[in-house]
């Protein structure tokens, strides 16, 4: 059994390592653009000495942003979080921090006040809870003419906020309850889902209920407006905990969603003071391309609509084991979620081979009214007024059956996106109306590197429109808050906290880029040639913009009327640079309006641009840079850039200037007209262009060494006569003799040779940085003849290798050869 298990667990790993590579990729996107810190046009905060701000709540009546940290609340401009509006500090004694630290804990860590609940009571009246140095407590604060502060009549807050700030929990406020998922105690091992400040109601202690959860979120959604029934409203957890249901060689992790009725007054003799309508099932986020789940829950976001019918769970999975670095975004509908509630089958625990408990689908009778629903109009018509007149084996049947047999699946059963690389930690949505009136869904991703993503939400396809770099440094977004009304989202981070807008329409220099990035915030003004915000823009008869497919073909004619002019240089070599304004499009060369392959040795092709090797009066004409982006399998070319190369005019005598090396870098200085230079960085090494230089002078050198050899060969053999042979202890001087009369005879001939009106060596080395060593210079060869090795032996190039050394041939006596045979 255990071996079998083993296999499983194996065979699971695997396809989690390696699916993910192979068929995923099709699911995989990339994102279009990428901003830097340094453009992304963020307003942040922090302050000195304070960190962890990553409990956010935004208050739209007050235009104010309140920010939880460590020891500390803050107010922040709304319009701007630079500016601090108010502050309160909220520290820990001295006193519970000696004691936090006498239970094991770090003073300066652990045993501080992470402000972890932040929650809006009235309109001037907040609710807020910190750990307190592993001693949850929750105070009030009032907002007084945009100042805040704190009343100072804390209180216990055990089932309310964690002990330990690095636990996931969940809170919400509705209707004056406070409801709270979070541990109870403090080792951590009592989890529970309580509703307290009114109605105290809380889970039972039994892992069928609860096992060692990782809560995630909690929200309600109002599903007693507009009913037929008179059904109550619902408050939804979703979490990951280890699984009762399944046997597995390690824990298995499953992420999951509960309900509660806001209702529920638990029960009179059974559960009392206990949910009564507890319920959970299974989340599964998974496609049937890769055959393995995402199977824990990083964070939920509700999109409400007109409807609530019609509301979206929008949640981030990751796998639990294999690659890390993958993450997957399934949507869920209201609709799925109550047919699995409602009419769902149940799951039940027996008992197998007297020890072991397996969890089947139950079978049974369910009683009736049927259990962990809400009080409604049937309820009411059989003279169940409230939880309390439920029937004992109602009650009985939930308090044992808490799990549901059948799955939450996602829309189309399958994710909105998965992406290889990137662990996404948070995620809001909003929904926005485009040019063609039509709403989408844009959703907003943080990521555990600090990378802020935005995507576009089809019905087929998630399209990620741009990536924004949020910090210098990587750390997680732990906290995301979007205003529609503003525009801006707010990031919580452990250092700081951002302010970003949700669109910056003018970083899309012309049309095609503005609808190719398919931004439901943007839109190309054809009356000012801008890409303009559709929310500031009411005439949209004049706007050109395509969510569906990016489709640019609306656009004015576009062409790149600014064409550089550069003057050649013979024997020089040439950069013309281009820029992609895209992550999704490839960059191609055209001369003459015919296109420059990329095998061409004559050229090469670099991520920023073009290189030209050896420039003669024969590379005279028109270069233009396209950029080539497929959208919706048809590709778009679009000109970015134009050069125009030409030999210097009259009476210009440009003086050509030798680039200098840089071996280390790889970067060079490369003139291409008077008085312009064009810098470049980090190109790739082009053997290919030293390869024919460096062959023939190889072989010349190659040929002299063989002659002397040879010769010095037949000497030592007597077949050529000398008028003295060298002895034994003479034959050192000799060899030294010899390689000097060789390095000499190999630079007479090279002075000598065709070869010496090609570009010197150390030109063909200015734009080239081998990979192992720099090539030697020609000071360097000169200093080489006084060695016993050949020039260019410290190249390192596989063109240009020596056969062998001089000085790695042993003295061979044939008269000891004749004696030992």
Known sequence: MYLLKAVVFLVYNLLIRFLPHSQASSLDCTPRKTVNYEDANLKTFTKQGISNYSTLLLSEEHSLLFVGARDAIFALNIDNVSESVSQETWAVPDKKKNECMYKGKSRETDCRNYIRILHRLTETRMYICGTNAFQPTCDYMVINNRKIQLEKSPEEAKGKCPFDPTQRYASIMVDGEFYSATANNFLGSEPILLRSLKNNLRTEYKTSWLNEPNFVHLDVVQESE???????????????????????????????????????????????????????????????????????IQDVFVLRTSNWSDNIFY???????????????????????????????????????????????????????????????????LGFMTSL????????????????????????????????????????????????QKEYDVIFLGTDRGYLHKALSLEREMFIIEEVQMF??????????????????????????VQVPVAVCAQYINCWDC??????????????????????????????????????????????????????????????????????????????????????????????????????????????????????????????????????????????????????????????????????????????????????????????????????????????????????????????TQTSLLNTSVQQLEEKSPLATDPPLQDALTVVDLPLTSLSSASSLEKNSNNNSIPLENANSSCARPLFVLDDLEYIDSDQLESKA
């Open 315 to 381: 949640a981030v999975f990751t796998p639990q084991w294999g690659q890390q670095d993958i993450s997957a975004v399934c949507a869920f509908s209201m609709a799925k979620i109550q047919e699995v509630f409602n009419e769902g089958k149940y799951k039940s625990s027996v008992t197998v081979e007297q020890s072991r408990i397996k969890w089947v689908m139950y079978s049974g009778t369910v009683p009736v009214p049927r259990p962990g629903t809400c009080i409604n109009s049937n309820s009411r018509k």
């Open 515 to 736: 609808v190719r990035a398919r931004d439901p915030y943007c839109a190309w003004d054809k009356t000012t040639s801008q890409c303009v915000s559709i929310s500031k823009n009411t005439n949209v008869l004049n706007l050109v913009q395509n969510i569906e497919n990016g489709d640019p073909s609306e656009c004015p004619s576009h062409e790149n009327d600014k064409t550089e002019i550069r003057t050649i240089i013979p024997g020089n070599n040439m950069v013309l640079n281009c820029y992609s304004t895209s992550n999704l499009a490839h960059m191609q060369w055209l001369l003459n309006r015919r296109l420059i392959l990329a095998e061409d040795s004559k050229y090469l092709y670099f991520n920023d641009g073009l290189l030209i090797f050896n420039v003669s009066i024969a590379d005279e004409g028109q270069y233009d840079c396209q950029s080539v982006e497929t959208v919706a399998g048809k590709p778009f070319a679009q000109v970015t850039a134009s050069y125009l190369l030409q030999l210097s005019g009259t009476g210009q005598h440009p003086i050509p200037t030798k680039a200098l090396p840089s071996a280390e870098s790889g970067i060079s200085i490369v003139p291409t007209s008077p008085g312009n230079t064009v810098r470049m960085a980090n190109l790739p090494m082009t053997q290919n262009y030293l390869q024919t230089e460096f062959t023939l002078k190889g072989l010349l050198v190659l040929f002299v060494m063989m002659f002397i050899f040879l010769l010095a060969w037949n000497v030592y053999k007597g077949h050529v006569p000398m008028p003295l042979r060298p002895s034994r202890s003479e034959d050192r001087m000799t060899r030294i």
């Open 226 to 296: 507009d009913t037929d029934d008179g059904d109550d409203d619902k408050i939804y957890l979703f979490f990951s905990e280890t699984a009762v249901e399944f046997e597995f060689y390690n824990k298995l992790v499953v992420s999951r969603i509960a309900r509660v009725c806001k209702g529920d007054l638990g029960g009179q003799r059974t559960l009392q003071r206990k949910w009564t309508t507890f319920l959970k099932a299974s989340l599964m986020c998974s496609t049937p391309e890769l055959h393995f789940p995402f199977n824990i």
């Open 472 to 497: 210098l440094t990587a750390e997680p977004v732990q906290s995301l808050q979007l205003s529609p009304k503003r525009g801006q989202l707010y990031i919580g981070s452990p250092s700081q906290v």
């Open 389 to 436: 007149d439920l029937p004992d084996r109602t009650l009985q049947f939930v308090k044992d059956h808490p799990l549901m047999d059948d799955v939450v699946t996602p829309i189309n059963n399958r994710p909105k996106l998965i992406k290889q690389g990137i662990k996404y930690t948070q995620i809001t949505v909003d929904r926005v109306t485009a040019a063609n």
